[in-house]
């Protein structure tokens, strides 16, 4: 069964840094784009960083550039999204999924991990 993992969630203070984690099973990444969203109370999912393994590609969203880092690690079919200058407004539930091309719609991602909550305190 194809299971998306996701861990590292946590509290932290502004201007701190968290790593997540997006245990993969159930395939491997070479064929695949994992994906982190995120989901603010209230608001939509949106896409943050995705890492495009067919030819290493990475997006970020403008608002995380310069502080988030996606990267894999294919012996442990595991993708990080390590955080770094966290601020309030990057509090929330971060998902991630697996899709075949990068896109900001959900409906084009077939496997989600369950979230993992990051809270930012001010």
């Known amino acids: 069964d194809v299971q998306l993992q996701a861990s590292g969630g946590g509290l932290v203070q502004a201007g701190g840094s968290l790593r997540l984690s997006c245990a993969a099973s159930g395939f491997t990444l070479d064929d695949y784009v994992i994906a982190w969203f995120r989901q603010a109370p209230g608001k939509e999912r949106e896409g943050v960083s995705c890492i495009d393994h067919s030819d290493s590609s990475t997006y970020y969203r403008d608002s995380v550039k310069g502080r988030f880092t996606i990267s894999s690690d294919n012996a442990k079919n595991t993708v990080y999204l390590q955080m770094n200058s966290l601020k309030p407004e990057d509090t929330g539930v971060y998902f991630c999924?697996?899709?075949?091309?990068?896109?900001?719609?959900?409906?084009?991602?077939?496997?989600w991990g369950q979230g993992t909550l990051v809270t930012v305190s001010s």
């Open positions: 999924a697996r899709g075949i091309q990068w896109s900001e719609q959900t409906n084009d991602y077939n496997y």
